[in-house]
């Protein structure tokens, strides 16, 4: 008898695995359009210093995430804890 709890399991989590990427490629679509978007009200407030503030921020966690996917190299160039 073949174990078909594993099989589940398995096709279980290759499901789930293929939603959340493409959940994940979704979202970094919307953050491009988003990204560009902010690009555009800045240029309108060249002089305010809250748009640099949010790409700080920004950019701190997506080096954060870009670890958590594999490469720290992001976190380290920013001194950041990981």
Same mark, same amino acid.
């Given at each position: 008898?073949?174990? =078909? ?7 279980? #989590?290759?499901? &789930? !695995?293929?939603?959340?990427?493409? $959940?994940?490629?979704? /979202? *970094?679509?919307? &953050? ?17 210093? %809250?748009? #640099? %503030?949010?790409? %700080?921020? &920004? =950019? $701190?966690? /997506?080096?954060?995430? *870009?670890?958590?996917?594999?490469? #720290?190299? #992001?976190?380290?160039?920013? %001194?950041? $804890? !990981?």
């Amino acid at each position: 008898m073949r174990n =078909t709890k594993a099989q589940s399991t398995t096709k279980d #989590a290759a499901r &789930i !695995y293929a939603e959340r990427h493409a $959940e994940a490629q979704s /979202l *970094l679509e919307r &953050i491009a359009t988003r990204l560009a978007e902010h690009k555009q009200r800045q240029a309108a407030a060249p002089a305010d210093w %809250g748009w #640099a %503030g949010d790409l %700080g921020r &920004i =950019t $701190e966690q /997506l080096a954060s995430v *870009l670890a958590d996917l594999g490469d #720290a190299s #992001a976190v380290r160039a920013k %001194g950041l $804890e !990981y």
